[in-house]
């Protein structure tokens, strides 16, 4: 499982951050634990699959935010049943 941040310029709301996160889910049905930051300028999200990133990009700037960047790292379940 990769943990995925892309770093986002233009959420200004939480209406902001539902649209990003609504892209993203829309452009990566498998992903998991979607999440956006206007104060960090940033969505992360889980997922076991590769992630294309001209395709996030362009779903991003297509909705009017600029896409900055992305990183993945490796994800490690935390807690107590992980």
């Known amino acids: 499982m990769n943990k995925i941040t ?4 233009g ?9 990003i996160c609504d892209t993203i889910r829309k ?6 634990k ?3 930051s206007r104060k960090k ?3 992360t999200f889980l997922t076991d699959s590769p992630v294309d ?3 996030l990009k362009k779903a991003i700037d297509d909705t009017g935010y600029t ?3 992305l990183t993945s ?3 490690k379940k935390h807690g107590l049943f992980g």
Do not use: R, T, W
């Open 6 to 9: 892309v770093k986002i310029d």
């Open 11 to 19: 959420m200004m709301c939480g209406m902001c951050e539902a649209h």
């Open 27 to 32: 452009e990566f049905p498998e992903a998991k």
């Open 34 to 36: 979607v999440s956006a």
């Open 41 to 43: 300028e940033e969505a």
């Open 53 to 55: 990133e001209a395709k």
């Open 67 to 69: 896409f900055v960047s």
């Open 73 to 75: 790292e490796e994800y």
